[in-house]
């Protein structure tokens, strides 16, 4: 890997693989943000969640907000997602990717917390998914300071 750049080729192949086949079972949207992040974490994964979907009401969408520098992650759920993945899920989901990032593996936290994301959730019978638009970025790596 390049001094600067935070995952190989590989490494973002293996988490679009990971968020693509949550999205196909799901029909939930998985975004994944990874960087710094000013004042409130709570507020700043729910402007950027609501920034991802058209409805947020009707749209079922996920974004796991990590900053390693911060040490943090926080998992956001649009109230589609909601219905479908509860917060103790989430809760579970957040606690699996700590404990991977605390012993380095930043990349198999994140795919094991999309598959336990994607469990929780079940098939995408279990709820209509909303459409997003096709431009937005799934997968962001903002540098830390």
Do not use: C, W, Y
Not at 94 to 103: D, V
């Amino acid at each position: 890997m390049a001094t600067g750049e935070p995952f190989t080729h590989e490494q973002l192949d293996r988490l679009n693989r990971a968020r693509e086949l949550a999205e196909t079972r799901t029909g939930i949207h998985v975004s994944i943000r990874i960087g710094a992040v000013r004042g409130d974490v709570r507020l700043a994964a729910e402007r950027i969640l609501a920034n991802l979907v058209n409805d947020a009401g009707r749209d079922a969408a996920v974004l796991i907000l990590v900053s390693p520098g911060q040490r943090f992650v926080r998992i956001a759920t649009t109230p589609a997602a909601r219905k479908r993945i509860s917060d103790s899920a989430t809760g579970l989901a957040a606690l699996t990717m700590a404990s991977s990032f605390a012993l380095g593996d930043l990349v198999g936290g994140l795919i094991t917390g999309i598959r336990q994301l994607a469990d929780a959730a079940g098939g995408a019978g279990g709820a209509a998914a909303g459409t997003l638009p096709p431009t937005q970025p799934s997968l962001a790596v903002s540098p830390t300071p």
